[in-house]
């Protein structure tokens, strides 16, 4: 309500781009917190959770895709965008066994999940997307792939790289 009564007053375009800038603000000090903190490890994640790790990785690169396309692949799952950060935390947790990556992965699944769960309540029962031409799905998958090598390399340049186990 109170969004809404802010879209109202200064236009929606205003308030959107407020709200993003405020969320992007806090992902960069969260970044900057997780970067800075002591690593305290709190349990040894076996190494064939890399793998686990990298193929939750790929979903979560495909349900942000999935977010957008006209295809099918929106049909089967609700929030798609709400499960990319859920899917990534998730991820993450495993293959992360110091106490500030449980810190922000655990936060942020929690986050995510909370979200759904309070937009589910407030709109009800989701309603399943009209089905859209199969070639898109096909075009979701080569996107997804390429996307997803471009974030390992890009993680690799990071200097950790997602498939060392």
């Keep these: 309500a109170q969004r809404a009564a802010l879209g109202a007053r200064y236009g929606e375009g205003p308030v959107r781009g407020v709200i993003s800038a405020l969320l992007f603000a806090s992902l960069v000090m969260m970044i900057i917190g997780y970067r800075g903190a002591d690593v305290v490890d709190i349990w040894y994640p076996p190494s064939f959770t890399v793998h686990i790790n990298n193929l939750m990785m790929l979903v979560a690169v495909g349900l942000l895709g999935a977010s957008h396309s006209k295809g ?3 049909r089967h ?3 798609p965008i709400l499960m990319v950060p859920a899917v990534w935390a998730g991820a993450h947790l495993l293959v992360n066994g110091d106490l500030a990556s449980a810190i922000l ?3 942020m699944l929690a986050w995510a999940l909370l979200t759904i769960v309070l937009i589910n309540k407030r709109e009800g029962a989701w309603v399943k997307p ?5 070639k898109k799905d096909y075009i979701l998958v080569a996107i997804t792939l390429v996307v997803f090598a471009v ?6 340049l990071a200097g950790v790289s997602p498939f060392a186990g």
């Design 72 to 74: 099918n692949a929106k």
């Design 77 to 79: 799952v609700p929030h």
């Design 105 to 107: 992965f655990a936060g």
């Design 130 to 134: 009209a089905p859209g031409p199969r």
């Design 151 to 156: 974030f390992a390399w890009l993680h690799t």
